[in-house]
Nanobody
């Protein structure tokens, strides 16, 4: 599966952005989807995941209540709605796919999008 992420940009603290990731292929609904982020010099960090059916989601503690992950299997799309953004949310955000469930470890995800930059100014 090929993933194409978009929606990043520059926003002031307290603002909102919505990231989108569109997948190619007809098997999107068979993959768990996740968002990760990375800043230079640091390891890639898990942000949020949604299971194949969309019925289960899990978040990094620091984004709970501010970010919402969702998916539309009919449109092969996963979204990350980010509200109340903080400067520490600044990173390149990546979407990722995995056919099996049960991990937030980046090294266990099989497919990756190209990343989209999110910059939050103070």
């Amino acid at each position: 599966v090929q993933l194409q992420a978009s929606g990043g940009g520059l926003v002031q603290a307290g603002g909102s952005l919505r990231l989108s990731c569109v997948a190619s292929g007809r098997t999107f609904s068979t993959y768990d989807m996740a968002w990760f982020r990375q800043v230079p010099g640091k390891e890639r960090e898990f942000v949020a995941t949604v299971r194949k059916s969309g019925g289960y989601t899990y978040y990094l503690d620091s984004v709970k209540g501010r970010f919402t992950i969702s998916r539309d299997n009919a449109k092969n799309t996963v979204l990350l709605q980010m509200n109340s953004l903080r400067p520490e949310d600044t990173a390149v955000y990546y979407c990722a796919a995995r056919p099996r469930s049960g991990t937030i470890r980046s090294e266990e995800y099989d497919y990756w999008g190209q990343g989209t930059q999110v910059t939050v100014s103070s």
